[in-house]
């Protein structure tokens, strides 16, 4: 759960305002509208015509204000936060509301009921093809169900599940392509991915280490920007500068990657991240689309190019990967009333539980029956298969149910008993996603709208794409925590843990922390 803090009170905000007018930086920070219960009634953004404070709190179960009767009112004041210590501190970093580890371990045992649970899954049933027999199989197929696709393979993390999807389609690749390659050269495996991939900025090059795999980076602004282009594509000044600005993967970058490898003389060669190495057309056996891009504020590439480099890429060889960490997100901005719609362009696709969905980690790979069976072997050799993964397992199904299927997280309470026959009969439902995207873009819209804010405040993008934007905002990194410290003591809510003290100029924009 993420929320927008300005300010608690006058007094902060006046300060934070008085900084901000004195200091010629931004700050970065991400907005991200989440959580179930996050609704109407416990949403406070407060405009005032003199003073604007905006509030974007966290839901409670009951009580709070009507936002729409706060929002209609140009007079009226922010809820003064208090200084007594609070027994539990609001922590607004977090995907969904976290409970404490007692109560999130009594409510496995809830699950466990509403889901019909009564048997433990043993070194990952690998065993039972018989979903009646399995509660792990019942549980993969009812998601391959709903992305259209004809299995899937729960994974500890998504890190392990996109390792598995990359080094299927390598070793495949590899095999068919053997007869091209010169005899006498190494082979080079590789995959292609936007510059801010979570494989190129957060894995410690996991994918070259462990999988002996190569990156092609797609660049999105090709021969301009330092630290993207593959020739000196370096992850941690783009983690260090940040990415105002960039663009997500557009068919236009996708051409420009497989045109520097066809040999075209007016083609700058194609070099791998991190070894440098040159590479053709047939050494690429995936490509990685990230949706949305979390790194850029939540972008989308626009779904016609999706569907676009679909068909290049099957008709190249090369299996069409999604990212899809927060796939629900991106499902909803495209206007898909699915996830199978969204999911229909991608061979494989790989699912994130504990974001949106709230579980207490765990994955989900998706694809053809014969790419699940050889990830489960996968899956095995990189000792992902514990003895049991029950209690990642059911509060990655039970959150599943309660946000994804018709009825769970808007009308479904935490103590509601459900049977097995009526989930069964459920159907896809993104109002829970929706409603995230339609409550930060109506906040963006109070803040852009009042002209001292806007002359402090950047967002990328200017208009949310999902439920995720970033913002830039006028302050040092000191000031920053300083504000940040001040808002936890005085109201007992963590706005964010940290940030990076870096500085960043994009279009003569000079950027502070990230």
């Not at 967002?459 to 001040?486: I, Q, W």
Request: hydrophobic share 35%; net charge negative; aromatic share 8%.
């Amino acid at each position: 759960m993420r929320a927008i803090i300005v300010a608690a009170n006058i007094n902060i905000a006046s300060k934070i305002l008085s900084m901000c007018k004195t200091r010629g930086r931004l700050l970065c920070w991400s907005f991200i509208s989440s959580a179930s219960g996050f609704v109407g009634p416990n949403n406070v953004a407060i405009p005032n015509k003199h003073r604007t404070i905006n509030i974007l709190a966290q839901g409670r179960p009951s009580g709070g204000v009507d936002d729409d009767d706060i929002m209609s009112s140009q007079n009226s004041h922010v809820l003064e936060a208090t200084t007594t210590h609070r027994e539990e501190l609001l922590d607004l970093q977090t995907h969904t509301l976290r409970k404490s580890p007692a109560d999130t371990l009594a409510s496995l045992s809830k699950a466990c009921e509403r889901l019909g649970v009564d048997t433990w899954d043993v070194y990952g049933d690998f065993g039972e093809s018989d979903a009646e027999q399995s509660y792990l199989r019942q549980f993969e197929a009812e998601v391959a169900h709903h992305f259209g696709k004809e299995d899937g393979v729960f994974c500890l993390s998504g890190g392990m599940a996109q390792s598995i999807a990359l080094l299927i389609n390598a070793r495949r690749h590899a095999s068919a392509t053997l007869d091209d390659d010169v005899v006498g050269t190494e082979k080079t495996l590789a995959f292609a991915c936007h510059p801010t991939s979570h494989l190129l900025l957060h894995e410690n090059n996991h994918f070259s280490e462990f999988l002996g795999m190569e990156a092609a980076v797609i660049s999105p602004n090709p021969g301009s920007t330092k630290g993207i282009d593959n020739i000196q594509y370096d992850p941690e000044a783009l983690k260090e500068d940040g990415c105002y600005g960039m663009e997500p993967v557009r068919l236009s970058h996708v051409q420009n990657l497989f045109s520097s490898m066809d040999g075209s003389a007016l083609a700058t060669p194609a070099l791998t991240y991190p070894n440098l190495k040159p590479i053709n057309s047939t050494d690429i056996s995936t490509l990685i689309l990230e949706l949305p891009h979390r790194e850029i504020g939540g972008k989308l590439t626009p779904w016609e190019e999706v569907e676009e480099i679909s068909h290049l890429c099957k008709k190249s060889g090369i299996k069409y990967h999604c990212d899809g960490a927060r796939i629900f997100e991106a499902s909803v901005g495209y206007g898909h009333k699915s996830v199978t719609e969204t999911a229909k362009p991608f061979t494989s696709i790989y699912v994130s539980f504990y974001k949106g969905l709230g579980a207490i980690s765990g994955a989900m790979l998706l694809g053809d029956a014969e790419f699940c069976s050889e990830a489960r072997v996968w899956l095995r050799r990189m000792g992902g298969n514990l003895y049991s993964v029950l209690p990642y397992a059911i509060s990655s199904w039970d959150g599943f149910r309660r946000y994804c299927l018709s009825g769970d997280a808007h009308t479904v309470d935490e103590g509601t008993d459900y049977n097995q026959s009526q989930l069964l009969n459920r159907v896809y439902d993104n109002k829970v996603f929706g409603n995230r995207q339609t409550k930060l873009a109506r906040v963006l819209e109070l803040l852009v709208a009042n002209t001292k804010i806007a002359s402090i405040v950047h967002f990328d993008p200017v208009k949310p794409e999902t439920n995720m934007v970033h913002g830039y905002l006028r302050m040092s990194y000191d000031e920053c925590m300083a504000a940040l410290k001040s808002v936890e003591h005085g109201s007992g809510i963590r706005v964010l843990r940290s940030c990076s003290g870096s500085i960043n100029k994009f279009n003569d924009q000079k950027f502070g922390c990230r």
